[in-house]
């Protein structure tokens, strides 16, 4: 059984990917970074093998949020609402 000490960082995915605990809570956390920020969060659990599941699942939900089954990149939700509301504003015009 390996030894993991709290506030250590275990890089996961070839380092996009970061799991750790912080000295404040029993459970692990993950961490990404995509569009200019971190996203974190908790795995909601103080075991390892599971902590590590969950994130790796997190991560690959995220990475694909954009994509659509084509593998293009799909519209965002600013988009859409700005072309929603776009259309209303052009809709009130008429």
Known sequence: MALVVKNSLLKLRDGRLHLYQQ????????RTYKNGKYHVC????DNYAVAKSI???EYFKLKLQHRT???SLAHTWE???????????HDEAA
């Open 79 to 89: 988009e859409c609402e700005r072309g929603f509301l776009k259309s209303l504003s």
């Open 23 to 30: 000295n404040d809570s029993k459970n692990w956390f993950w």
């Open 69 to 71: 089954p084509d593998g």
């Open 42 to 45: 908790s795995t909601k659990t």
């Open 55 to 57: 994130a790796e699942t």
